[in-house]
Protein backbone atom coordinates (compact mmCIF):
# COMPACT_ATOMS: atom_id res chain seq x y z
CA UNK A 1 0.00 0.00 0.00
CA UNK A 2 1.26 3.37 -0.79
CA UNK A 3 2.82 5.60 2.03
CA UNK A 4 4.16 8.65 3.19
CA UNK A 5 8.10 8.42 4.06
CA UNK A 6 9.81 10.56 6.27
CA UNK A 7 13.38 10.88 7.08
CA UNK A 8 15.53 11.11 9.39
CA UNK A 9 12.84 9.56 11.99
CA UNK A 10 14.66 11.37 15.06
CA UNK A 11 16.87 14.29 14.73
CA UNK A 12 19.01 16.18 17.35
CA UNK A 13 20.20 19.78 16.38
CA UNK A 14 21.83 22.16 18.12
CA UNK A 15 19.88 26.25 18.73
CA UNK A 16 21.14 27.88 15.74
CA UNK A 17 21.77 25.28 13.60
CA UNK A 18 19.72 24.51 10.08
CA UNK A 19 17.19 21.37 9.60
CA UNK A 20 16.29 19.95 6.35
CA UNK A 21 13.38 17.56 6.94
CA UNK A 22 12.57 15.06 4.19
CA UNK A 23 9.54 13.70 2.83
CA UNK A 24 8.86 11.16 -0.25
CA UNK A 25 4.99 11.61 -0.64
CA UNK A 26 2.70 8.92 -2.14
CA UNK A 27 3.52 9.11 -5.99
CA UNK A 28 0.58 10.35 -7.69
CA UNK A 29 -0.35 12.89 -5.09
CA UNK A 30 -0.50 16.18 -6.44
CA UNK A 31 -0.54 18.62 -2.98
CA UNK A 32 1.89 18.40 0.11
CA UNK A 33 1.83 19.60 3.23
CA UNK A 34 3.78 19.64 6.60
CA UNK A 35 1.99 19.79 10.10
CA UNK A 36 3.92 19.91 13.54
CA UNK A 37 2.86 18.29 16.80
CA UNK A 38 4.64 19.82 20.32
CA UNK A 39 4.30 17.16 22.74
CA UNK A 40 1.00 17.35 24.16
CA UNK A 41 -0.62 19.28 22.05
CA UNK A 42 -2.60 19.77 18.77
CA UNK A 43 -1.54 18.88 15.43
CA UNK A 44 -1.08 22.30 13.60
CA UNK A 45 -0.68 23.10 9.89
CA UNK A 46 2.32 24.69 8.38
CA UNK A 47 2.25 24.55 5.32
CA UNK A 48 0.76 23.75 1.88
CA UNK A 49 2.41 23.25 -1.49
CA UNK A 50 1.18 22.69 -5.27
CA UNK A 51 2.46 22.85 -8.74
CA UNK A 52 5.53 23.73 -6.91
CA UNK A 53 4.75 26.63 -5.18
CA UNK A 54 2.94 27.11 -1.56
CA UNK A 55 -0.73 27.18 -1.68
CA UNK A 56 -1.46 28.17 1.70
CA UNK A 57 1.02 29.08 4.95
CA UNK A 58 0.18 29.70 8.38
CA UNK A 59 1.45 32.18 11.33
CA UNK A 60 4.08 29.41 12.07
CA UNK A 61 5.88 29.03 9.09
CA UNK A 62 7.88 32.33 9.34
CA UNK A 63 10.96 33.75 7.10
CA UNK A 64 13.21 31.16 9.28
CA UNK A 65 11.36 27.67 7.13
CA UNK A 66 11.19 27.02 3.35
CA UNK A 67 9.64 23.98 1.50
CA UNK A 68 10.94 22.74 -1.57
CA UNK A 69 10.36 20.17 -3.89
CA UNK A 70 13.74 19.90 -5.63
CA UNK A 71 13.29 16.19 -7.51
CA UNK A 72 9.89 15.46 -8.26
CA UNK A 73 9.81 12.74 -5.72
CA UNK A 74 11.04 14.66 -2.30
CA UNK A 75 9.51 17.58 -0.58
CA UNK A 76 11.34 19.17 2.00
CA UNK A 77 11.11 21.62 4.82
CA UNK A 78 14.11 23.45 6.07
CA UNK A 79 14.40 25.79 9.23
CA UNK A 80 17.05 28.20 8.82
CA UNK A 81 18.07 28.85 12.34
CA UNK A 82 16.16 26.24 15.09
CA UNK A 83 14.83 27.44 17.77
CA UNK A 84 14.11 25.57 21.21
CA UNK A 85 10.50 26.02 20.85
CA UNK A 86 11.45 24.31 17.40
CA UNK A 87 11.39 20.95 19.01
CA UNK A 88 8.25 18.85 17.93
CA UNK A 89 7.10 16.24 15.81
CA UNK A 90 7.13 17.08 12.05
CA UNK A 91 4.49 15.40 9.88
CA UNK A 92 4.36 15.36 6.07
CA UNK A 93 0.96 14.28 4.22
CA UNK A 94 0.42 14.31 1.07
CA UNK A 95 -3.58 14.15 -0.82
CA UNK A 96 -4.63 13.15 -4.48
CA UNK A 97 -7.05 16.02 -4.44
CA UNK A 98 -7.47 19.57 -2.65
CA UNK A 99 -10.99 19.16 -2.37
CA UNK A 100 -11.42 16.03 -0.97
CA UNK A 101 -8.48 16.90 1.37
CA UNK A 102 -8.07 12.79 2.45
CA UNK A 103 -4.73 13.36 3.44
CA UNK A 104 -2.40 10.50 4.42
CA UNK A 105 0.22 11.07 7.28
CA UNK A 106 4.18 10.21 7.37
CA UNK A 107 5.50 8.90 10.73
CA UNK A 108 6.92 12.13 11.56
CA UNK A 109 10.24 13.52 12.32
CA UNK A 110 11.16 14.03 15.75
CA UNK A 111 13.07 17.05 16.15
CA UNK A 112 14.94 18.06 19.17
CA UNK A 113 16.84 21.39 19.32
CA UNK A 114 19.36 21.86 22.36
CA UNK B 1 -9.71 30.71 12.06
CA UNK B 2 -11.76 27.74 12.33
CA UNK B 3 -11.80 25.33 15.38
CA UNK B 4 -12.78 21.94 16.22
CA UNK B 5 -13.34 20.78 19.79
CA UNK B 6 -13.35 17.02 21.03
CA UNK B 7 -14.81 15.58 23.74
CA UNK B 8 -14.10 13.94 26.08
CA UNK B 9 -10.69 14.67 25.95
CA UNK B 10 -9.98 10.77 28.08
CA UNK B 11 -12.04 8.09 27.90
CA UNK B 12 -11.18 5.26 30.10
CA UNK B 13 -13.87 1.80 29.70
CA UNK B 14 -14.05 -1.21 30.16
CA UNK B 15 -13.59 -4.60 27.62
CA UNK B 16 -17.02 -4.39 25.54
CA UNK B 17 -18.69 -1.48 26.41
CA UNK B 18 -19.97 1.11 23.56
CA UNK B 19 -18.54 4.55 23.26
CA UNK B 20 -19.15 8.20 21.77
CA UNK B 21 -16.74 10.57 20.64
CA UNK B 22 -17.63 14.30 19.61
CA UNK B 23 -16.06 16.90 17.24
CA UNK B 24 -17.69 20.03 17.49
CA UNK B 25 -17.44 23.30 15.68
CA UNK B 26 -19.21 26.68 14.58
CA UNK B 27 -18.03 26.14 11.51
CA UNK B 28 -19.03 24.60 8.86
CA UNK B 29 -16.42 22.14 7.19
CA UNK B 30 -16.13 20.82 3.37
CA UNK B 31 -15.24 17.24 4.92
CA UNK B 32 -14.09 15.72 8.16
CA UNK B 33 -11.67 13.13 8.70
CA UNK B 34 -11.02 10.53 11.51
CA UNK B 35 -7.22 9.89 12.10
CA UNK B 36 -5.96 7.50 14.84
CA UNK B 37 -2.39 8.15 16.10
CA UNK B 38 -0.15 5.82 18.49
CA UNK B 39 2.20 7.55 20.45
CA UNK B 40 5.76 8.63 18.40
CA UNK B 41 3.69 7.64 15.13
CA UNK B 42 1.69 9.66 12.50
CA UNK B 43 -1.51 10.20 12.42
CA UNK B 44 -3.53 7.33 10.46
CA UNK B 45 -6.67 7.42 8.22
CA UNK B 46 -9.92 6.14 9.44
CA UNK B 47 -12.54 8.06 6.81
CA UNK B 48 -13.59 11.16 5.59
CA UNK B 49 -17.04 12.18 5.68
CA UNK B 50 -17.94 15.16 2.86
CA UNK B 51 -21.68 15.04 2.92
CA UNK B 52 -23.94 16.40 5.74
CA UNK B 53 -25.80 13.68 7.65
CA UNK B 54 -23.40 11.28 6.10
CA UNK B 55 -22.79 7.52 8.16
CA UNK B 56 -19.90 5.50 7.71
CA UNK B 57 -19.00 2.29 8.73
CA UNK B 58 -16.19 0.45 9.39
CA UNK B 59 -16.60 -2.82 11.36
CA UNK B 60 -17.39 -1.92 15.05
CA UNK B 61 -16.53 2.03 14.26
CA UNK B 62 -19.32 4.39 12.66
CA UNK B 63 -18.77 7.64 11.57
CA UNK B 64 -21.38 10.62 11.19
CA UNK B 65 -21.19 13.92 9.74
CA UNK B 66 -23.40 16.31 10.96
CA UNK B 67 -26.38 17.93 8.93
CA UNK B 68 -24.76 21.06 8.73
CA UNK B 69 -21.38 19.96 8.37
CA UNK B 70 -20.22 21.36 11.45
CA UNK B 71 -20.15 18.05 13.71
CA UNK B 72 -19.15 15.10 13.35
CA UNK B 73 -19.23 11.84 15.83
CA UNK B 74 -17.18 8.23 16.15
CA UNK B 75 -19.17 5.59 17.83
CA UNK B 76 -17.34 2.42 19.09
CA UNK B 77 -19.16 -0.87 19.61
CA UNK B 78 -18.04 -3.34 21.98
CA UNK B 79 -14.80 -1.83 22.71
CA UNK B 80 -11.73 -3.72 22.28
CA UNK B 81 -8.23 -3.15 24.04
CA UNK B 82 -6.51 -3.22 20.30
CA UNK B 83 -9.33 0.00 20.37
CA UNK B 84 -6.73 2.09 22.87
CA UNK B 85 -5.26 4.82 21.17
CA UNK B 86 -5.48 8.46 20.78
CA UNK B 87 -8.76 9.54 18.29
CA UNK B 88 -8.39 12.73 16.27
CA UNK B 89 -11.30 14.73 14.26
CA UNK B 90 -9.74 17.14 10.89
CA UNK B 91 -11.60 19.39 9.33
CA UNK B 92 -10.97 20.73 5.78
CA UNK B 93 -12.03 24.24 5.77
CA UNK B 94 -14.86 25.04 3.06
CA UNK B 95 -12.83 28.33 1.48
CA UNK B 96 -9.70 26.38 1.67
CA UNK B 97 -6.89 27.48 -1.03
CA UNK B 98 -4.74 24.08 -0.43
CA UNK B 99 -6.28 21.63 1.36
CA UNK B 100 -5.45 22.64 5.00
CA UNK B 101 -6.95 20.69 8.00
CA UNK B 102 -8.03 21.74 11.12
CA UNK B 103 -7.60 19.11 14.18
CA UNK B 104 -9.22 18.46 16.78
CA UNK B 105 -7.13 18.43 20.38
CA UNK B 106 -7.86 14.63 20.22
CA UNK B 107 -9.16 11.93 22.20
CA UNK B 108 -7.39 9.51 24.15
CA UNK B 109 -9.18 6.20 24.37
CA UNK B 110 -7.78 3.46 27.16
CA UNK B 111 -9.43 0.05 26.57
CA UNK B 112 -9.32 -2.07 29.55
CA UNK B 113 -9.58 -5.91 29.32
Known amino acids: EPEVTQTPSHQVTQMGQEVILRCVPI?????FYWYRQILGQKVEFLVS????????KSEIFDDQFSVERPDGSNFTLKIRSTKLEDSAMYFC????????????FGQGTRLTVV | TQLLEQSPQFLSIQEGENLTVYCNSS?????LQWYRQEPGEGPVLLVT?????EVKKLKRLTFQFGDARKDSSLHITAAQPGDTGLYLC?????????????FGQGTELSVKP
Open chain 1, 93 to 104: ASSAGRLSTEAF
Open chain 1, 27 to 31: SNHLY
Open chain 1, 49 to 56: FYNNEISE
Open chain 2, 27 to 31: SVFSS
Open chain 2, 49 to 53: VVTGG
Open chain 2, 90 to 102: AGGEIYNQGGKLI
